[in-house]
């Protein structure tokens, strides 16, 4: 799964950059909208293809963390 899901997060974070380069340059505002919808998308899909490749939970503990040491 993981071996499948690379190129593909590379791929969406190649879009990602290219959008955001794109938008530092000139554009009309039809331009601009497209380019950020298509911004969005793509992070979009980088975000849910990483969850699928990478599923780790971190759960926060409220109980004190015992060190063993000495009272």
């Given at each position: 799964?993981?071996n499948e899901s690379l190129p593909q997060?590379?791929?969406?974070r190649n879009n990602i950059?290219?959008?955001?380069?794109?938008?530092?340059?000139?554009?009309?505002?039809?331009?601009?909208?497209?380019?950020?919808?298509?911004?969005?998308?793509?992070?979009?899909?980088?975000?849910?293809?990483?969850?699928?490749?990478?599923?780790?939970?971190?759960?926060?503990?409220?109980?004190?963390?015992?060190?063993?040491?000495?009272?």
């Amino acid at each position: 799964m993981l071996n499948e899901s690379l190129p593909q997060i590379r791929l969406h974070r190649n879009n990602i950059h290219r959008y955001r380069r794109l938008l530092k340059t000139r554009l009309t505002e039809i331009e601009r909208q497209y380019i950020e919808r298509r911004l969005a998308e793509e992070q979009s899909a980088l975000d849910s293809l990483a969850a699928a490749a990478f599923p780790v939970s971190i759960f926060a503990s409220k109980a004190p963390i015992d060190t063993g040491a000495a009272q």
